[in-house]
């Protein structure tokens, strides 16, 4: 039986959260921070190593590495999804420190418990 586009474009875009999720919970459960957060970019600290998702030409992509000064090294880049739309990273914040972060990848949203990390 052959999947249809759409439901095709939805298993995408879930595999896509559950990444998101599962690096998020990395973030969660070590002691790291994050070092940049917008709508469409999120990085962070995790386990000696720096985590990145963007929405860049209409892909989804993931990098790891050290990012320093804005700047990445030592980095792999890899393409999690094509044809998104939309990527957004909404926080919940107390004082200065984030207690949620939400993802919204195309028409598709999930919270996430962060426990309070700092931002850097």
């Given at each position: 039986m052959?999947?249809?586009?759409r439901?095709?474009d939805?298993?995408?875009i ?10 998020l ?8 921070a994050?070092k ?17 998702w ?8 993931r990098?790891?590495?050290k990012?320093?000064n ?14 998104v ?7 919940k ?9 939400s993802?919204t990848?195309?028409?598709f ?11 850097l």
């Amino acid at each position: 039986m052959q999947l249809s586009r759409r439901s095709s474009d939805n298993i995408s875009i879930h595999i896509g959260l559950d990444l998101i999720t599962r690096d998020l919970y990395k973030l969660s459960s070590v002691t790291g921070a994050i070092k940049k957060i917008s709508a469409y970019n999120l990085i962070f600290s995790s386990d000696n190593t720096d985590i990145g998702w963007e929405l860049k030409n209409s892909k989804l992509l993931r990098t790891e590495g050290k990012y320093i000064n804005n700047i990445w090294h030592n980095k792999t880049e890899s393409t999690v999804m094509d044809n998104v739309k939309t990527l957004q990273f909404d926080i919940k914040q107390i004082a200065n420190q984030i207690s949620s972060i939400s993802v919204t990848l195309n028409s598709f949203k999930k919270t996430i418990a962060v426990r309070n990390k700092e931002i850097l």
